[in-house]
């Protein structure tokens, strides 16, 4: 099973901040990798979708960037509405695996 | 665009076993490029994929829920069902049904929390 590990696991930041995700792979999965958005008591929102690609109706301050075991997320400028839980997931690999989530709090 | 909603008993006893069913609308089931999954989520924790099926009935599953896990198609419901056996606490959690092509899940459903509990 191909471990994906998320840094860090709570981000509390300010608006209009960068943040940036990390999530490890345990084994190459070349760009195999997306990311999710998750907000309280909603379903996951699908941002970003093999690694870098961008998704329609997704605001351009969402971006992602790595392959094989290191992928990265990055929000350019935070807007409150990005507080949530941001998820990677891979489909490299069966059986397909998700990170463990890391939190991001609007200060 | 593809619209999809579980349906199922929402409390569940030890040792009885989960059905849950997920209608899709706004598209079609028989998609030969969709594959049909399921993923879950315990409450206040991270999201596990339960396993996937297409239209044709072939299956992929998380090998951690070994051979408690049957799912299966409806194209003339436009339906696809899971079933988990011998439930236990650990199975509490809420359910997505959820689809996209190659392993991405572009649409979720709502999702439907399973209570287990004697």
């Known amino acids: 099973e191909i471990v994906l590990t998320q840094s860090p696991d709570f981000q509390s930041v300010t608006p209009k901040e960068k943040v940036t995700i990390t999530c490890r792979a345990s084994?190459?999965?070349?760009?195999?990798l997306h990311w999710y958005q998750q907000k309280p008591d909603q379903s996951p929102k699908l941002l970003i979708k093999y690694a870098s690609q961008s998704l329609s109706g997704v605001p351009s301050r969402f971006s992602g960037s790595g392959s094989g075991t290191d992928f990265t997320l990055t929000i350019i400028s935070l807007q409150t509405e990005d507080a949530a839980t941001y998820y990677c997931?891979?489909?490299?690999?069966?059986?397909?695996?998700f990170g463990q989530g890391t939190k991001v709090e609007i200060k | 665009q593809l619209q999809l909603q579980e349906s199922g008993p929402g409390l569940g006893k030890p040792s009885e076993t989960l059905s849950l069913t997920c209608t899709v609308s706004g598209g079609s089931i028989s998609s030969s490029s969709y594959q049909w999954g399921w993923i879950r989520q315990p409450p206040g924790n991270g999201l596990e994929w339960i396993g996937s099926i297409h239209y044709s009935g072939s299956t992929y599953h998380n090998p951690s829920l070994k051979s408690r896990v049957t799912m299966s198609v409806d194209t003339s419901k436009h339906q696809f069902s899971l079933m988990l056996s011998s439930m236990t606490a650990a199975d509490t959690a809420v359910y997505y049904c959820a689809t996209g092509v190659g392993g991405i899940f572009d649409y979720w459903g709502q999702g439907t929390l399973v209570t287990v509990s004697s």
């Open positions: 084994q190459s999965i070349g760009s195999s």
């Open positions: 997931h891979q489909s490299g690999g069966l059986p397909w695996t």
